[in-house]
């Protein structure tokens, strides 16, 4: 699968940066995560971010030579993990069963997103402040990212520091 975006601007002589920027990125990242596709490897006419100056039939300089590809791929990839909390395109969810009674502390710079199941793309049922504590009742993974089950869904694992053994 593969699809054009066309970035509307002259980034030949532009710059390109702030709030176009990150429209691109936030466009783009969401591109990728609707259709499952990664940025990188690049492969010529079979995966990763390409531009039109990547033809070598073309002599162009789309999307223009102020776009730097490795700086965007890390802005976009980043924003993809910041979307999904880095889980697998494919939502391949496993219950994982641990012993009850786990305590953990959220460390997130902003609110936690507790979700309904174990996945980026599941709706948010709540939230949880920075310094939390939280009762762990179940892990699963989706792809290559762990959950923890607590009251009322599923957070982030890597936002959540284990602590104690609850009494």
Known sequence: MSWGVECVGDF???PFDGAVRDKYVE???CL???AGLQLEPFD???RGLHFHRDDPKTNKTCPGTKVIKPVLIK???AKMDALTGGDHPAEQETEVPVNSNRMGTVNSPDDLNVRASASAKSPVVKSLKNGAFVMITGEAMNGETKWFAVDGGFVSAKYVTLSKTAA
């Open 12 to 14: 030949d002589r532009e």
């Open 27 to 29: 466009g783009l990242a």
């Open 32 to 34: 990728h995560i609707a």
């Open 44 to 46: 010529g006419k079979v």
């Open 75 to 77: 802005l976009v990839q």
